[in-house]
Nanobody, 125 residues
Framework: QVRLVESGGGLVQAGGSLRVSCAASGPPLSPYCMGWFRQAPGKEREFVAAISWNGGRIYYADSVKGRFTISRDNAKNSVDLQMNSLKPEDTAVYYC??????????????????WGQGTQVTVSS
């Protein structure tokens, strides 16, 4: 079973940058589609970005397109989310997730089987 642990969250001013990382233990991550989701207080969890098993296909939510970059290093069993030009509305708990179906790039929460515990990102105005 894949175990995911996020790190790198914190407090940053609007316009700043932050990088959150997801480290995996257990089976290699290479067969998995990986995604990032976030959940703000009082809101449902929402899709942020996803990357295919080999990095060849990447999708972003419209709200983060052009500001966030997802990447993966299968040799290190890790996935990162680089967040630039952060806005107060990006404040949320950020979760990484793994989907064992390598034939797709999953955009829906229900398509992911494994989840990390989340890391808090707070953007001050």
């Amino acid at each position: 079973q894949v175990r995911l642990v996020e790190s790198g969250g914190g407090l940053v001013q609007a316009g700043g940058s932050l990088r959150v990382s997801c480290a995996a233990s257990g089976p290699p991550l290479s067969p998995y589609c990986m995604g990032w989701f976030r959940q703000a207080p009082g809101k449902e969890r929402e899709f942020v970005a996803a990357i295919s098993w080999n990095g060849g296909r990447i999708y972003y939510a419209d709200s983060v397109k052009g500001r966030f970059t997802i990447s993966r290093d299968n040799a290190k069993n890790s996935v990162d989310l680089q967040m630039n030009s952060l806005k107060p509305e990006d404040t949320a708990v950020y979760y990484c997730a793994a989907d064992p179906n390598r034939l797709r790039v999953a955009l829906m929460e229900g398509e992911y089987d494994y989840w990390g515990q989340g890391t808090q990102v707070t953007v001050s105005s």
